[in-house]
C-alpha cells in the first residue's frame, strides 16, 4: 500500500532555531495536513493545505509556523523560532479528492527542542 | 462533527474478539462514524468507516444501531499488535481540507 514518508524520523534542535520538517504525500493525494501530539495527549489538528494553500488552521498554527509544497511532491511544515512548548510527534498526512474522510499518516518526525 | 464517548481503556485476550463501544447519541443523518487506530506513537491509521450500514473490511467489522446512535467496532481474533489506542469519529464526508479532529479514545490491551 503506498505510504506517507516523513523525514527525518527525529529532530533535536536549540531553543530558537529553525526547524522544517519534510513529508512526501501519496502521489495522487490533493489534500495535505499537519498534526502534533505532544507526550501523554492528544492528536492535534495544526494545517490543511489544499490547491497551494491553507484551507483551515487551528489556534496553534500561529505566524512561528508555516507550510509550503515546493515542488510536486513535498509538503513541509516550518517552524521559524523554535519553543520548548513545541517538542512533539509532528505527523503530515494526505488523503485523496473528494469522497471520504480516510486519510494516511506518516510514521512521525519527533521534534525535542532544548 | 457530532461529540463521541468512548470508555478509556479496555482490556482483551489475545484470540478473542474485542468489541470497542462508541456512543454519538447528536450523530446527525450525513454523518458516518470512522474508526482510526493509534499504535504506541505511529502515526493514526484507518480503519473503517460506515454510514447505516454494517461494514467489513479486512482489519475489523463495524456494527451501527439501526438509530445510529452507537456503534461498536469489532477485532473478529484480536492480537497482540492490534494493543493502541482507538479512536471513533462522528464525521460527514466534506469533499474539503477541513480537520479530522481526534478525541482521547479508547487504549485497548490485548494480553496473552
Known amino acids: 500500500e503506498p505510504e506517507v514518508t516523513q523525514t527525518p524520523s527525529h529532530q533535536v534542535t536549540q531553543m530558537g532555531q529553525e526547524v522544517i520538517l519534510r513529508c512526501v504525500p501519496i502521489?495522487?493525494?490533493?489534500?495535505f495536513y499537519w498534526y502534533r501530539q505532544i507526550l501523554g495527549q492528544k492528536v492535534e489538528f495544526l494545517v490543511s493545505f489544499y490547491n497551494n494553500e491553507i484551507s483551515e488552521k487551528s489556534e496553534i498554527f500561529d505566524d512561528q509556523f508555516s507550510v509550503e509544497r515546493p515542488d510536486g511532491s513535498n509538503f513541509t511544515l516550518k517552524i521559524r523560532s523554535t519553543k520548548l512548548e513545541d517538542s512533539a510527534m509532528y505527523f503530515c498526512?494526505?488523503?485523496?479528492?473528494?469522497?471520504?474522510?480516510?486519510?494516511?499518516f506518516g510514521s512521525g518526525t519527533q521534534l525535542s527542542v532544548l | 462533527d457530532a461529540k463521541t464517548t468512548q470508555p478509556t481503556s479496555m482490556d482483551c485476550a489475545e484470540g478473542r474478539a474485542a468489541n470497542l463501544p462508541c456512543n454519538h447519541s447528536t450523530i446527525s443523518g450525513n454523518e458516518y462514524v470512522y474508526w482510526y487506530r493509534q499504535i504506541h506513537s505511529q502515526g493514526p491509521q484507518y480503519i473503517i468507516h460506515?454510514?447505516?450500514n454494517n461494514e467489513t473490511n479486512e482489519m475489523a467489522s463495524l456494527i451501527i444501531t439501526e438509530d445510529r446512535k452507537s456503534s461498536t467496532l469489532i477485532l473478529p481474533h484480536a492480537t497482540l499488535r492490534d494493543t493502541a489506542v482507538y479512536y471513533c469519529?462522528?464525521?460527514?464526508?466534506?469533499?474539503?481540507?477541513?480537520?479530522?479532529?481526534f478525541g482521547t479514545g479508547t487504549r485497548l490491551q490485548v494480553t496473552l
Open positions: 460506515g454510514l447505516k
Open positions: 498526512a494526505s488523503r485523496t479528492r473528494g469522497g471520504t474522510e480516510k486519510l494516511f
Open positions: 469519529i462522528a464525521r460527514r464526508n466534506t469533499g474539503t481540507a477541513s480537520k479530522l479532529t
Open positions: 502521489s495522487n493525494h490533493l489534500y
